[in-house]
């Protein structure tokens, strides 16, 4: 063999040589960090529950984090429940939900129930209900506009609207 082709074999060997210790401690870092205490490929789940009464979810996954862990990252929620590789937590928010926010109406069903409708009130896309009221006990310019719906853009126009009606809800059948 000529000098070209033994130095080209050489380099090729020294690679190939040095490429399977480069996987074999790959692999040995790889199974020190599955074998390590107390930490797991992690699902969470976050629920957002807004003062509408919609609820959002939304699926993390944390790796390499201690139960522990994973709980101080989300100190300010409330943990709802947990297995071996799954935890969920839950928050109440002091808004209403993007939904709502982007289309959100309020307005009455056909039985005087005062409800939150995606789009405008066609009893048909409710997002949530509230209570029922006593329709004939509204005015005429409150009753028509809660039969066209009144857009709610904010958690002050969703509290202050609920506020306004109210006085005029029925009280519960008892059973």
Not at 12 to 24: D, P, Y
Not at 145 to 157: A, C, F, R, Y
Request: with cysteine; charged share 25%; aromatic share 10%.
């Amino acid at each position: 063999m000529n000098l070209a082709i033994k130095n080209i074999f050489m380099i090729f060997t020294i690679g190939a040589f040095m490429l399977g210790i480069f996987q074999i401690q790959t692999n040995v870092s790889y199974a020190k960090m599955e074998k390590a205490p107390n930490t797991c490929v992690t699902s969470i789940t976050l629920e957002r529950v807004f003062v509408d009464g919609e609820v959002s979810e939304e699926t993390l996954y944390q790796k390499g984090l201690t139960p522990k862990q994973i709980r101080h990252k989300y100190k300010g929620w409330l943990l709802k429940s947990r297995s071996q590789d799954k935890m969920v937590f839950q928050k109440n928010m002091n808004d209403i939900s993007p939904l709502l926010k982007a289309n959100g109406y309020l307005g009455i069903t056909n039985d005087g129930t005062v409800t939150i409708f995606n789009g405008k009130p066609d009893h048909e896309d409710i997002i949530h209900s509230f209570f029922q009221i006593d329709i004939k006990k509204l005015e005429g310019k409150k009753q028509t506009q809660l039969l066209k719906g009144i857009p709610v853009k904010s958690v002050e126009d969703f509290n202050s609207a609920l506020k306004a009606l109210k006085p005029y809800s029925m009280p519960k059948e008892k059973n």
